[in-house]
């Protein structure tokens, strides 16, 4: 046991010796620059800075508009494949959205080539489609609004077989 403790003791020694004779050297060859590095920064810097939100962001529209008007709109769907395939609005763009990654831009061309003139209208949960149709809205594309929280779009869905 004694044996063991001993041999602890002089790795635990040995690897401070290694820190030291390291720290030494680093700080011998910073002495030596020129233009030595500083220990401290001058100013005090951000480590994380919130994105700015783009000046062009998406309006609500309502459940009653939507239905009122359906030529008048081009529906995307920002809901995942699987939850697509399961059911989806007649005509809707499929657009899987993970909020962490903007839409490319090749996914916008193909949003405008099938929305033509008409205005588009993100759905599936509020938030993600609040946030696609800001990231579309701040991509360029004019006239994009969501789904406000309180129309439930579900109700668009044909019925099933009965």
Known sequence: MMSRCNSMGRLLFRSFLVFAF?????????????????????????????????????????LDELVENPSYFFVVDSRSPEDYAAGHIEGAFSLP??????????????????????????????LTARLLANDLASQGLDFVHYLEEDGDWRTLLPAGPE
Do not use: H, M, Q
């Not at 030595?36 to 062009?56: F, H, K, M, N, T």
């Not at 962490?100 to 588009?120: N, P, Q, R, Y």
């Open 97 to 126: 959205y993970d909020p962490l990654f903007s839409v490319d831009e090749e996914e916008v061309e193909k949003i405008l080539e099938a929305a033509g003139e008409k205005t588009i209208v993100v759905i599936g949960d509020t």
């Open 22 to 62: 390291s720290t030494a050297v680093a700080v011998a060859v910073n002495a030596g620059r020129p233009d030595s590095l500083r220990w401290v920064a001058d100013a005090e810097y951000e480590i994380y800075d919130d994105c700015p939100e783009g000046e062009d962001s998406a309006s609500a529209v309502t």
